[in-house]
């Protein structure tokens, strides 16, 4: 079971940045796929972006060209870049980690607590 914790969420204006931050408690964070997920009021769970361990990436169409994922294995962190923000976003980011050596990610491994994204004038 992987701890993760994440960060950098909070209010911002339409057109605004924010990076999300989610660190995890592993001895090897190299060998696990990682993604974010949100969740908006009423609405069913999304997937937002994935980085694998060969450090492949792919992003719901949603956020493409706005959004990138990245990762610090050394810092056991991975990171969500939100460019121009729209009131849409609105929703608590989510980070997961799968299982170990998946160079994929599924949605069943380990997930954070989650972060609030305002997105609001």
């Known amino acids: 079971q992987v701890q993760l914790v994440e960060s950098g969420g909070g209010l911002v204006q339409p057109g605004g940045s924010l990076r999300l931050s989610c660190a995890a408690s592993v001895s090897i964070f190299a060998i696990y796929s990682m993604g974010w997920y949100r969740q908006a009021p009423g609405k069913s769970r999304e997937l937002v972006a994935t980085?694998?361990?060969?450090?492949?990436?792919k992003y719901a169409d949603a956020v493409k060209g706005r959004f990138t994922i990245s990762r610090d294995n050394a810092k056991k962190t991975v990171y969500l870049q939100m460019n121009s923000l729209k009131p849409e976003d609105t929703a608590v980011y989510y980070c997961?980690?799968?299982?170990?050596?998946?160079?994929?990610?599924?949605?069943?491994?380990?997930w954070g607590q989650g972060t609030q994204v305002t997105v609001s004038s």
């Open positions: 980085i694998t361990i060969s450090g492949s990436t």
């Open positions: 997961t980690a799968d299982k170990p050596y998946h160079d994929y990610v599924t949605g069943l491994g380990s």
